[in-house]
């Protein structure tokens, strides 16, 4: 098993930076990536960026260049820095990991992040 716990949103005014974290306890030996999505009210859930645990990074066009993914594996934590923000980019971001043997995926409880105008 892993819990995943996220912290760091808030409120922030448009061309702001923020940055989320998430801890990941448990089963952690077996992560195979760690992930970022968010949910906007009325719209889909949407992956915004992944880390594999060896280090490969994937980005939402959406946010390609203004986001970056990164991860300290000694304390099992996966970050989120968000700069250039804008109101679009409002919505509950959730942190999700993915194990190995068995192949679990896992999920926090998110964290909302609003951007002003």
């Known amino acids: 098993q892993v819990q995943l716990v996220e912290s760091g949103g808030g409120l922030v005014q448009a061309g702001g930076s923020l940055r989320l974290s998430c801890v990941a306890s448990?089963?952690?030996?077996?992560?195979?990536?760690m992930s970022w999505y968010r949910q906007a009210p009325g719209k889909e859930r949407e992956l915004v960026a992944n880390i594999l645990i060896p280090g490969n990074t994937n980005y939402a066009d959406s946010v390609k260049g203004r986001f970056t993914i990164s991860r300290d594996n000694a304390k099992n934590t996966a970050y989120l820095q968000m700069s250039s923000l804008s109101p679009e980019d409002t919505a509950v971001y959730y942190c999700s990991a993915v194990t190995w043997s068995p192949r679990m995926d896992y999920w926090g409880k998110g964290t909302l992040v609003t951007v002003s105008s």
């Open positions: 448990g089963r952690t030996f077996s992560l195979r990536s």
